[in-house]
Each structure stands twice: as structure tokens, then as C-alpha cells.
């Protein structure tokens, strides 16, 4: 079985390769935006939902180590490369740069001797509409990005192959919540609803979404757009009846919301299997504090093992920006507690932190991302 390699958005490296392994199963990483998975159909099926893929390369190769490098060394791999990879067809070059790119090298250098020695009656350039496009990407250290990178080095490399253009879309969009019959300013917005999604697949045959602080809607939409039953509820009416409205909008069915205390969501569900809990608890400004909110959350988590002990778990806790200068420490304050604190209450219901990577909000504000497992798992 083959491999396909990935390309990430650049928002932020650490959950693209998170939600890649949570969909794909173990990938190799060669850069901190570029990783390779194996190409089964499973794979690809998943990976055609992921939120902060920008790009996937079919038939590729690959240069790591080098010492110097030019733009006709590339050429001529590339070129060689081609002589059993390129199918029959019109194509085009594109070169990308990531981060700083490699050295001084030239995109537009290699796609136009790249293309100058390819072209023949065989395989016309098309550079408007190809049948096939070789993507030659120069992967550089990451600059200026607002979420540190500590597990990777971004050790230069270059990789190319042919574009897979049924999951090359670039990172997911969504449609923008303002559009919808019912908004609120504090809508999740639709990447990091699916993002959420991705997270929560831990052995990758979830059936059922429950998000016990719905909202507007905003995991219940995603979920339910890729194929998810969805059991959904929140404490207040009208927040129900607002999300009634989006999902009737968007022609959704394989939906319920109902109104719950998130403690109590076990007595409308009952016993649920093969599902995940996806939510995003809500909290005011100073909620990182004051602990605003915690106990909403402890009390869903507790229902959810009730519910589902052998489930996954993804959530959102506030915290302080300055959790974006390094690890995650277990003195970080995170609603009102120490972080070491909350990872005990958290356990205390069933369950066990499995991955945890702040995300910042704006300049004194982050959220942790969390990813839970029973407790009693490996």
C-alpha cells in the first residue's frame, strides 16, 4: 500500500498533525506542515473531512539531507521522477514555498524548467485547466507563527508528486455562521467546529456526536454534515430553538436538540455507543480566573461517562496568553485552578487527558484544546 503526503495549514502545526493522527492513524512527519499517511481508502475517506489540510500529494519523493542545492538539481529530479509518474495528459508546475522557503531557490525557476523539458504532444501544458498537476514543495522553518512549535524541528526539505485533486480543497471554510437564520457573535467558528470533530476520533468508528452546550449550532452543523447522528441540547430555549432553525435551513435530519441541563443530558440519551462528546462549554471574560463555568463542564463529563464511558472526549477550557511561550505547565491557571487540578477533576469523572495544546484567542486570552479518553484505557 502506497503513501500520500499531506500539506498543513500554517495556522497552527501542532493540531494539523494532531487531527491527521486522529484520522489517519500514525503518520510520519517530515516537516512541521508536511506529513506522510498511508494511502489506504479508509484513510482517504477521513482525511476528505479534515479541517487544517490545505493540500494532499499522491506519487511522491523526497530530499531531507542535503548541502547545497540548486534549482536544476531539483529539475532534473523532478524531470526523472516524471518518466514513471506522470500520467498521459495536459499538466502544469506549481512551486510552493512553506515558512522561509529552502535557501534562495526560485519557484517560478523550477516551474518553468520543469515544465520546458516535460512538454511534448503527450503532455501539453495546460496551465488554466491540467489533468494533472506536479506540486514541487520547498519546506522551510515556520515564521512568524502565533503557536510555538517545540515538538519539531522545521529542518528544510523538499518534497513533490502529483496533486490529488479530490482532497485538495485547501483548509475547510465552511459556511460563514453569519449566514445562518440564527447568529450569535459568540458562534464557533466552522474550522475549529470540525477541527473539534477530528479530534474526537480515536479509533475512527464514531457514529454519534453529543454536544451538551450546542449554541447556535456550530458543532451540530459540521457533525451532521459529515454524516454524524447528532444528539444535541443546552440549558437555554432559545438557543435550541436557534439551532432547530440553522439545521432546518441547511436541510440537516440526522439531528435532535432538546433542551437539558448539561449535568443531566444521561436522562434525554439514555446509554449511547460508538459516540463522541464535542463541545464548547460557554464562559465570560474572566472565566480562566474565576472558574467560571468549570463546574458546568465537570458535571457534562461526569454525564457523559454515564452515557458512554468507552467515548472520546473534545473540549475547550480558557486560560491566559502567556500559556503560548512554552509548556503547558501544571501551575497554568485554567478557569480559576491549577491545570494540575483540573487534570484530577477531569479523571475523577472517568476520564484522562490525552492531548492538550493551547490556541490563542487574541493578545491575554487562549484556550487549551483537549482531548479526553476513558480513564482506564491505554
Known amino acids: 500500500m502506497g503513501r500520500i503526503v499531506l500539506v498543513g495549514n500554517g495556522w497552527h502545526p501542532p493540531l494539523f498533525r494532531a487531527e491527521v493522527n486522529a484520522l489517519a492513524g500514525h503518520s510520519e512527519i517530515l516537516h512541521p506542515r508536511i506529513v506522510s499517511v498511508s494511502q489506504s481508502n479508509k484513510n482517504l475517506e477521513n482525511i476528505s473531512g479534515a479541517a487544517l489540510v490545505d493540500m ?30 506522470l500520467p498521459e495528459g495536459s499538466f502544469s508546475v506549481r512551486a510552493r514555498k512553506l515558512g522561509k522557503g529552502v535557501s534562495d531557490l526560485s519557484r517560478r525557476k523550477i516551474e518553468t524548467l ?15 485547466n491540467p489533468e494533472h498537476e506536479i506540486i514541487v514543495i520547498l519546506g522551510g522553518p515556520e515564521e512568524g507563527s502565533i503557536h510555538t512549535d517545540e515538538t519539531v524541528k522545521s529542518e528544510p526539505v523538499i518534497v513533490w508528486g502529483l496533486k490529488d485533486s479530490i482532497l485538495t480543497s485547501g483548509s475547510y471554510v465552511g459556511e460563514s455562521p453569519t449566514d445562518r437564520p440564527y447568529f450569535k457573535p459568540v458562534t464557533l467558528d466552522p474550522r475549529l467546529a470540525r477541527l473539534m470533530i477530528s479530534l474526537s476520533q480515536k479509533d475512527k468508528k464514531t457514529t454519534t456526536i453529543i454536544d451538551p452546550f450546542c449554541g447556535t449550532g456550530g458543532i451540530v452543523i459540521e457533525a451532521s454534515l459529515l454524516g454524524y447522528n447528532v444528539l444535541a441540547s443546552d440549558l437555554d430555549p432559545r438557543m435550541v430553538e436557534g439551532t432547530r432553525k440553522n439545521i432546518s435551513h441547511l436541510g440537516l435530519e440526522n439531528t435532535k436538540v432538546e433542551v437539558s441541563d448539561a449535568g443531566e443530558i444521561d436522562k434525554i440519551w439514555n446509554k449511547q455507543s ?37 467515548a472520546t472526549i473534545c473540549t475547550m477550557m480558557p486560560t491566559t496568553a502567556d500559556v503560548l511561550d512554552g509548556f503547558l505547565s501544571n501551575d497554568q491557571i485554567v478557569m480559576g485552578k491549577r491545570w494540575q487540578e483540573v487534570q484530577d477533576l477531569i479523571r475523577e469523572q472517568g476520564w484522562k487527558i490525552n492531548l492538550a495544546i493551547p490556541i490563542k484567542v487574541h493578545k491575554s486570552l487562549a484556550r487549551i484544546m483537549i482531548v479526553c479518553h476513558p480513564a482506564d484505557s491505554r
Do not use: H, M, Q
Request: hydrophobic share 40%; with cysteine; aromatic share 8%.
Open 56 to 85: 494532499a500529494i499522491k506519487n511522491t519523493s523526497t530530499i531531507k539531507k542535503y548541502v547545497d542545492i540548486s534549482e536544476n538539481d531539483i529539475v532534473g529530479s523532478v524531470v526523472s521522477w516524471s518518466d514513471k509518474n
Open 114 to 128: 520543469v515544465g520546458a523539458l516535460l512538454v511534448s504532444d503527450e503532455n501539453p501544458v495546460d496551465l488554466s
Open 274 to 310: 460508538s459516540c463522541s462528546f464535542v463541545f464548547d462549554p460557554p464562559y465570560g471574560r474572566s472565566a480562566w480566573k474565576s472558574g467560571e463555568g468549570l463546574d458546568l463542564v465537570i458535571s457534562a463529563l461526569s454525564a457523559a461517562n454515564r452515557i458512554c464511558p468507552t
